[in-house]
């Protein structure tokens, strides 16, 4: 009956240019459950999600909150129902503080002079510090958002929704940007909230979590609703190839690496980044031809910078950085790239597309300034046309307007497979996958995981930087471990365990990991 269901969403059809993001969805969510909805990227979940929060209006359909049909006008409206979200792209404004993001619009007053309103912010301070120990998300309500962390930031939105007293709690992919301890901390609020009577919504695509945490799982494949499952009696497998619409292989198939010369040699690198802080510590390794190295540690601990570093992004301050035996060390950015580079950034938004232009201008901006893009200073369009044709087919690039779609409009993870597709395509020597596959699905996983493999096939010297341990395991074939700006192991991959490589992480020194707590000596 209609009156069990906390939200329903009966018949959701939303159409963009191109494209039917969610085709006729039902779904029905209880009281005090978490039920995620599962999907690859540009499945419609946050579409839905979005429908719900009252930032678009469905073309068909009804809206029921608590039994009562809504239409849901905008996200004031929503937030008087007493619903929340938390964006997967936070919504803070990064010059003030932590309390002021969170009263925003709802700010206690006082009267200056009894006369004159102005905003309580000692009572504002108050109330959130009072509300934070409350539901043990830990901030400072001083703070300036664009002083914290990103982990503290996603406090910051759940506070904002706690504080709107909502009840109805939206987590739209809320880990991609998180490290695997804040991962497990985040899952452990998200499953108290509940208990403290809240009904949560999660948009997700990581089945391990779904696992730990979740009631129902309703599952989406290119905007249909495919099941809805009790996640307690349904695998992990079964999900993932509802979700991809087929058999989803959860090994990472590899052969034996050939290993050739050295392409990639760095001695003695030193990194201070923009405070001035020494953030890469005397780091030396090579890679050679046909090899993978990963560089696995705990974020924050200057992989990162090493990265940047290779690219031309960070300033060197000593060292050397040869590719092919040539020194690259205080070349210009253009110049590496011609020389043989590819760069999959972290940030993706920020340093790997231009979010305004469109797919078509974003995959050739490596090449737009060489032939066939470009004669005589011309740019040619159809080169443009023909390029991301051809990549967005081999890469699965979902957009809604192929080519011509504004990249800004694109899921993230779509984004991510336009990158990897536009850098692989380079055929460069050397390649830097940093993070490659954040935010992704375990479709695109598998594929991403699949091209990296084929490239060291061919021959490619290959740095891997991520925070997945299983992925470094997976894919690695010598795996270099980072602590506090210094590199404390480098060994072959199938010398090392994960426990053993999760050590060397939290700074486990190598004569202790010699003397038996780690692997082999260097």
Do not use: W
């Not at 309103?117 to 043990?136: F, M």
């Not at 979740?214 to 695998?235: E, F, P």
């Not at 375990?442 to 091209?451: L, T």
């Amino acid at each position: 009956m209609a009156e069990e269901y906390i939200v329903e969403m009966r018949h959701i059809t939303k159409r963009f240019p191109g494209i039917v993001a969610n085709d006729d969805v039902t779904i029905q969510v209880r009281k005090g459950e978490i039920y995620a909805l599962l999907g690859e990227n540009g499945a419609g979940k946050s579409t839905l999600m979005s429908m719900l929060f009252g930032m678009y209006e469905p073309d068909e359909g009804e809206i029921y909150i608590r039994g009562e049909k809504v239409k849901l006008e905008s996200p004031n409206h929503a937030t008087r129902l007493n619903i929340g979200m938390v964006h997967q792209h936070f919504k803070l404004v990064s010059n003030y503080t932590v309390a002021e993001n969170i009263v925003m619009g709802m700010e206690p007053v006082k009267k200056m002079l009894g006369f004159l309103p102005v905003v309580d912010l000692k009572k504002a301070n108050s109330e959130i510090q009072a509300l934070s120990e409350k539901y043990g998300l830990a901030v400072n309500p001083t703070d300036v958002i664009e002083n914290i962390n990103v982990s503290t930031q996603q406090r910051v939105e759940i506070l904002k929704m706690l504080y709107r007293e909502a009840e109805i709690l939206i987590f739209d992919e809320p880990t991609a940007v998180l490290t695997p301890q804040e991962i497990d901390f985040l899952l452990e609020i998200i499953k108290g909230l509940r208990d403290n009577g809240k009904t949560i919504i999660l948009i997700t695509h990581k089945l391990e979590e779904i696992k730990r945490i979740a009631d129902r799982c309703a599952i989406l494949n290119r905007g249909k609703l495919i099941d809805v499952l009790n996640v307690a009696d349904t695998s992990t497998k079964t999900m993932a190839n509802l979700m991809v619409g087929r058999e989803v292989s959860f090994e990472t198939e590899k052969k034996p690496a050939g290993f050739g010369d050295t392409v990639l040699e760095v001695s003695g690198l030193n990194v201070y980044n923009k405070q001035n802080f020494h953030v890469v510590r005397d780091v030396s390794f090579q890679i050679r031809a046909g090899e993978i190295l990963a560089i696995a540690g705990v974020a924050g601990n200057g992989q990162v910078e090493i990265a940047d570093a290779i690219a031309g992004l960070m300033p060197v301050r000593s060292g050397k950085i040869l590719l092919n035996g040539e020194d690259i060390t205080d070349m210009p950015i253009r110049e590496r790239t011609l020389k043989g580079i590819s760069y999959i950034p972290e940030d993706r938004q920020n340093y790997g597309v231009v979010m305004d232009f469109t797919l078509s201008e974003n995959l050739a901006l490596k090449n737009y300034f060489k032939e066939p893009f470009c004669k005589k200073g011309m740019l040619n369009r159809r080169a443009f046309e023909e390029n991301s044709g051809r990549l967005i087919e081999k890469y699965d690039i979902r957009s809604g307007q192929g080519s011509s779609t504004v990249v800004r409009s694109m899921s993230g993870g779509n984004q991510q497979k336009a990158i990897v597709g536009r850098e692989i395509e380079l055929a460069s020597p050397f390649m830097i996958f940093v993070q490659p596959t954040r935010g992704l699905d375990i479709g695109a996983i598998e594929n991403i995981h699949r091209q990296m493999i084929a490239e060291r096939d061919k021959g490619r010297a290959i740095l891997l930087i991520s925070l997945e341990l299983d992925e470094i395991m997976d894919c690695a074939d010598t795996i270099a471990v980072i602590y506090n700006g210094e590199i404390q192991k480098i060994a072959p991959a199938d010398t090392l365990t994960a426990n053993q490589v999760g050590e060397f992480m939290m700074g486990v020194n190598k004569k202790q990991a010699v003397n038996g707590k780690g692997g082999r000596g260097e």
